[in-house]
């Protein structure tokens, strides 16, 4: 899907160089499968403490 976007250039060219990839198309790419991953693991982060303990897990027995 082709798209015209106005994207800050000395941002992109940045992270042209700190990613290493060979294209700004690949770069765009990348910056939004992370951004999108980031925000995935917060909504994860969230359930902390929010399910039930299992009172009965032995993780001492795991170690054998």
């Known amino acids: 899907m082709a ?3 106005s994207i800050d250039t000395n ?3 940045e992270a ?3 990613s ?3 294209t700004k198309k690949d770069t765009v790419n990348q910056a939004l499968l992370e ?3 980031r925000r995935k693991q917060r909504e994860i982060t969230s ?3 929010q399910l039930p303990q299992d ?3 032995d993780y001492k ?4």
């Open 3 to 5: 798209t015209n976007l």
């Open 16 to 18: 042209l160089l700190i």
């Open 20 to 22: 290493g990839l060979n």
């Open 35 to 37: 951004f999108v991953q």
């Open 61 to 64: 027995k795991g170690r054998k």
């Open 11 to 13: 941002l992109l060219n």
């Open 47 to 49: 359930l902390f403490g």
């Open 55 to 57: 009172t009965h897990y």
